[in-house]
């Protein structure tokens, strides 16, 4: 599975975003899919995920309420809607795949995209 993340970008807090990760591979739909992100240094954390079939939903708390992971089996594509934006938010952001059920741990995703930039103005 590639994975190929896209629209990062800058934003003022407040702000909105909506994250793309498109997938190439017919197995995509059998995939737990996650999104992570890292700051400048700091380590890699967990973000959300979705199962699946998409029926099960998970958050880190920071981002509980703010975000919103969902996908689209048949356009082999998982979004990370992003409001209510903070500077604490700046991180480049990957997408990841997994064989586990609603994973949240890092060594569970086998397959990772590039990263996007995501950079939050106060």
């Known amino acids: 599975v590639q994975l190929q993340a896209s629209g990062g970008g800058l934003v003022q807090a407040g702000g909105s975003l909506r994250l793309s990760c498109v997938a190439s591979?017919?197995?995509?739909?059998?995939?737990?899919m996650g999104w992570f992100r890292q700051a400048p240094g700091k380590e890699r954390e967990f973000v959300a995920a979705?199962?699946?079939?998409?029926?099960?939903?998970v958050y880190a708390d920071s981002v509980k309420g703010r975000f919103t992971i969902s996908r689209d089996n048949a356009k082999n594509t998982v979004y990370l809607q992003m409001n209510s934006l903070k500077p604490e938010d700046t991180a480049v952001y990957y997408c990841?795949?997994?064989?586990?059920?609603?994973?949240?741990?890092?060594?569970?995703?086998?397959?990772w995209g590039q990263g996007t930039l995501v950079t939050v103005s106060s």
């Open positions: 979705i199962t699946s079939s998409g029926d099960n939903t």
């Open positions: 990841a795949a997994s064989a586990y059920y609603r994973a949240t741990y890092y060594r569970s995703y086998e397959y």
């Open positions: 591979g017919r197995t995509f739909s059998t995939y737990t």
